[in-house]
């Protein structure tokens, strides 16, 4: 009985151990192929009016099904990775293709302009106003924006923190961590091994990087443990295939705040592999800086501003509406139309929304 028991307990920590060393071997290749799917989004409205709660439950609606396919290449040595990308949403197909410099003190993203007349067509499902035309992306075929190191700490100000601790998070510490959790929560069975994580050992997690990290990863994990606390739920079931050395991971959160409750349910899974290929960044003639295609884009705009006779009848739909106009819809319209008025029709035009919105109210 006692040798049953030895081994027994034997098998509960050789799982322990075989879930990290495969855990390790995964991020240790270079390539894979990938899905996440939005099995359920569920958002529902604190104290909103009742239009708005019935545009965040219709806005989880279309999301939930959302399906996006991949793959991914990287290479640690020189510092280069890629990633391609389907979104599959709404009905249509957005690709999605970036590759990552990252040079340490001048990282910067080339970002592929294929997929911007598909994602007009998905943003016109929530604002059906907006008057941006498809066409106004042709000039810009074939191209790759290049965000450069400037512009990459002007739109990620305070969301540095959260990479450092992901990366941190597929690191030997998290390898270590796993040795410290109960060996009873490991499961094997054939060539799978699984183990469910709960927001209590995420908050483990973060109490271990804290005491064993780097000073910036010490400093990554305040950021992180801000947004594991808007969590009111969180559980991962992730399963590691030690043959095929695949990984899915089925994830369930719930957050609340002073707005909104939301429940997210995803499935994530990860086909590793070894790739020869060589990663080759955009040619200087393929690439558009952010600055030229901010340029670019205005003249385009500017262009394409509304005539005073298209304006007119803008302004009698308005007036002739017989609906009511609700301070948020009246809001999408401005914010819509702003770019292709003038100042005056501008003014003109916040007169008229504001006119229904009154007698609305």
């Known amino acids: 009985m006692a040798l049953?028991?030895?081994?027994?307990?034997?098998?509960?920590?050789?799982?322990?151990?075989?879930?990290?060393?495969?855990?390790?071997?995964?991020?240790?290749?270079?390539?894979g192929n990938y899905s996440v799917v939005v099995d359920e989004l569920?958002?529902?409205?604190?104290?909103?009016?009742?239009?708005?709660?019935?545009?965040?439950?219709?806005?989880?609606?279309?999301?939930?099904?959302?399906?996006?396919?991949?793959d991914y290449q990287k290479d640690?040595?020189?510092?280069?990775?890629?990633?391609?990308?389907?979104?599959?949403?709404?009905?249509?197909?957005?690709?999605?293709?970036?590759?990552?410099?990252?040079?340490?003190?001048?990282?910067?993203?080339?970002?592929?302009?294929?997929?911007m007349s598909k994602a007009l067509e998905i943003a016109k499902e929530?604002?059906?106003?907006?008057?941006?035309?498809?066409?106004?992306?042709?000039?810009?075929?074939?191209?790759?924006?290049?965000?450069t190191n400037e512009d990459l700490e002007k739109n990620t100000t305070g969301k540095k923190q959260t990479s450092?601790?992901?990366?941190?998070?597929?690191?030997k510490y998290f390898a270590d961590y796993l040795a410290?959790?109960?060996?009873?929560?490991?499961?094997?069975?054939?060539?799978?091994?699984?183990?469910?994580f709960t927001k209590k050992d995420l908050q483990g997690f973060f109490d271990y990087v804290k005491e064993n990290g780097s000073k910036k990863e010490q400093a990554s994990i305040k950021d992180a443990e801000k947004q594991l606390d808007q969590l009111s739920s969180y559980k991962q079931t992730t399963t590691l295939n030690t043959q095929k050395h695949s990984q899915t991971t089925t994830m369930q959160a719930d957050a609340k705040n002073a707005e909104?409750?939301?429940?997210?349910?995803?499935?994530?899974?990860?086909?590793?592999?070894?790739?020869?290929?060589?990663?080759?960044?955009?040619?200087?003639?393929?690439t558009i800086s952010v600055e030229e295609f901010t340029e670019k884009m205005s003249a385009g705009q500017q262009q394409?501003?509304?005539?005073?006779?298209?304006?007119?009848?803008?302004?009698a739909d308005i007036n002739s509406s017989n609906g009511q106009i609700t301070p948020e819809s009246a809001e999408q319209v401005k914010r819509a139309y702003k770019p292709y008025l003038t100042e005056e029709q501008y003014q003109q035009l916040e007169e008229a929304l504001n006119s229904k919105t009154t007698m609305a109210t």
Do not use: W
């Open 4 to 31: 049953a028991l030895l081994f027994f307990t034997g098998c509960k920590k050789e799982n322990q151990k075989e879930f990290s060393a495969e855990l390790a071997k995964q991020n240790e290749m270079n390539a």
């Open 42 to 70: 569920a958002i529902k409205g604190n104290d909103q009016d009742a239009p708005t709660r019935a545009s965040m439950e219709m806005i989880a609606k279309m999301v939930s099904g959302t399906k996006i396919t991949g």
């Open 76 to 115: 640690t040595e020189a510092k280069l990775a890629k990633i391609n990308m389907n979104i599959a949403a709404l009905g249509q197909t957005v690709p999605l293709n970036l590759y990552f410099d990252m040079k340490e003190n001048d990282p910067s993203v080339y970002l592929s302009t294929e997929f």
């Open 126 to 147: 929530f604002n059906a106003e907006m008057p941006i035309d498809a066409k106004e992306f042709e000039q810009f075929k074939g191209k790759y924006i290049h965000l």
């Open 164 to 171: 450092d601790i992901t990366a941190s998070f597929n690191s």
């Open 180 to 196: 410290t959790l109960d060996t009873d929560s490991f499961k094997q069975e054939g060539d799978t091994i699984q183990r469910t």
């Open 260 to 286: 909104a409750t939301l429940s997210l349910k995803l499935t994530i899974k990860n086909d590793t592999k070894y790739s020869k290929q060589k990663i080759e960044l955009p040619k200087k003639g393929d």
């Open 304 to 315: 394409g501003q509304v005539s005073q006779e298209e304006f007119a009848d803008i302004l």
